[in-house]
């Protein structure tokens, strides 16, 4: 016996809020929230039911009575069916009111934390073609849009280079202008597929696992320098070179040319061989005269004008005098270890990526920053009473962890430290909520400065200063 529908039409339903992972808020008639992926606060839409919950409901508007006077026109074509730039039909100074108002809530309503008042966000200079970092899937069975499957034509175009559907590991949804990273990466992703498509290159099959061109990565920085990367699944030399070498003559600004081959069940490159075809194995970032080297691997703030703003914060939070002993946990590449550096005493970075680390010390060294020290291990096991005792205990700790957050046991390591100040950068202000909930008792918080990294999309960091309370 098939599953009853239990889908429901609500009418009339005004959209009121914005929510977490970018979708906005409505009520229903008895009073349970529904959350909604196609509408904006101050929308007023019937709504067609998805999901039944015991405290809530997920919907999508089907019909619009009103549309919301936040409501401005999406720049891309691909809006509503890619997933990467939801709130790209928000106005952007409402896209920046709810982003500070969800790091006010998570803070509050997660942390129970009492908080000063917040600086206003930070917004960015950029708000579309600012991202430094783009990875791209190949696939020979590319989705097709409603329009296309309601045309009745017979669509003999069937190869992609895009985005994944949201939700859909294999579903690849081909770009034709994707508005996150400046040219000439659009430029060199076309060229990429009409060549492959020229040529017979095979696109790959993710389900069946079968096909030549897997992903492309293409990545670039403020010195003017560009990486491009391909990942390969089936070697084929004479096609492989066919395709590289025409990248090489056909955009000769290239600084690193690279190529995978990759013939695992997924993407990721950190346990592949990445092979130089031509230039170099990497590009340069520069920030206030650093210079940052950037591997195939390494990971960089993927907005650079942006990363640059939070450092400043960060820094400024920090309020060094050159006496101090800081901790830059989850250091990364050292980009905020080495970035302070100049105004404090010594700095000591921990990571738990070897490849992060080795990156970090050659920074350093082309630097010419002499007091900074890395080590690398998990967290929570390698920042430990011994590794106080041999180091030192620090006047101030850094702290920019994962989207997860911090080990509980590295926090309760910085309270039996008990470091004067500490500045906690989060991606994610929920875990850092969580975390900063446990520190409440010993920590007082002064400073808290939400930083937009990513227009067009819910996603906001945010940095809170905290001082040791007196007892």
Request: glycine residues 6%; hydrophobic residues 35%; charged residues 25%.
């Amino acid at each position: 016996m098939g599953r009853k529908n239990t889908r429901q039409v609500f009418e009339n339903v005004e959209v009121v809020d914005a929510g977490a992972k970018g979708k906005t808020i409505g009520k229903a008639p008895d009073g349970r929230v529904i959350f909604l992926t196609n509408t904006v606060p101050g929308d007023v839409v019937d709504v067609m039911t998805t999901k039944k919950r015991k405290a809530y409901f997920e919907g999508v508007a089907t019909k619009f009575h009103t549309f919301s006077n936040k409501r401005t026109t999406p720049v891309c074509e691909h809006f509503g069916v890619c997933g990467g730039c939801k709130w790209q039909d928000m106005g952007y100074e409402h896209q920046l009111f709810y982003k500070q108002k969800e790091v006010e809530n998570n803070l509050r309503r997660i942390g129970h934390l009492e908080l000063p008042k917040t600086s206003t966000i930070l917004g960015s200079k950029n708000q579309y073609f600012y991202r430094n970092k783009m990875e791209f899937s190949f696939s020979d069975s590319r989705w097709l849009t409603l329009e296309e499957i309601n045309s009745g034509k017979e669509i003999d175009d069937k190869n992609a280079l895009g985005f994944h559907i949201p939700g859909m590991w294999d579903k690849i949804l081909d770009i034709k202008k994707c508005h996150l990273q400046e040219d000439p990466s659009n430029a060199i992703r076309l060229e990429i597929k009409d060549f492959a498509i020229k040529n017979n290159l095979s696109f790959f099959n993710p389900r069946n696992q079968w096909g030549m061109l897997r992903t492309v990565m293409i990545r670039t920085s403020s010195t003017g320098e560009i990486m491009v990367m391909i990942q390969f699944y089936e070697d084929d030399l004479k096609k492989r070179e066919l395709l590289m070498n025409h990248l090489a003559a056909s955009f000769p600004e290239i600084t690193a040319l690279l190529y995978v081959i990759n013939q695992k069940q997924n993407d990721t490159i950190y346990d592949q061989e990445i092979i130089c075809y031509s230039g170099r194995d990497h590009i340069f970032e520069e920030m206030e005269g650093l210079q940052f080297k950037i591997n195939a691997k390494s990971f960089y703030q993927t907005n650079s004008d942006q990363a640059y703003e939070l450092y400043k914060v960060t820094r400024d939070f920090a309020g060094l005098t050159g006496n101090e002993l800081v901790y830059d946990l989850y250091t990364g590449t050292g980009t905020i270890a080495q970035f302070v550096a100049k105004k404090a005493k010594k700095v000591i970075g921990i990571e738990a990526v070897p490849e992060a680390i080795a990156d970090a010390k050659a920074n350093a060294k082309r630097n010419k920053i002499d007091n900074v020290d890395f080590f690398v291990g998990d967290m929570k096991n390698v920042f430990n009473p011994a590794f106080i005792k041999e180091h030192g205990r620090p006047d101030l700790i850094i702290t920019d962890p994962p989207r997860d957050g911090m080990h509980a046991a590295v926090v309760q390591q910085i309270l039996s430290i008990a470091p004067e100040k500490v500045v906690y950068v989060s991606c994610n202000s929920a875990t850092q909520a969580r975390d900063l909930e446990m520190m409440k008792e010993d920590y007082e918080i002064l400073k808290v400065q939400p930083v937009d990294m990513f227009p067009q999309t819910h996603h906001v960091e945010n940095v809170v200063l905290l001082e040791k309370r007196t007892k």
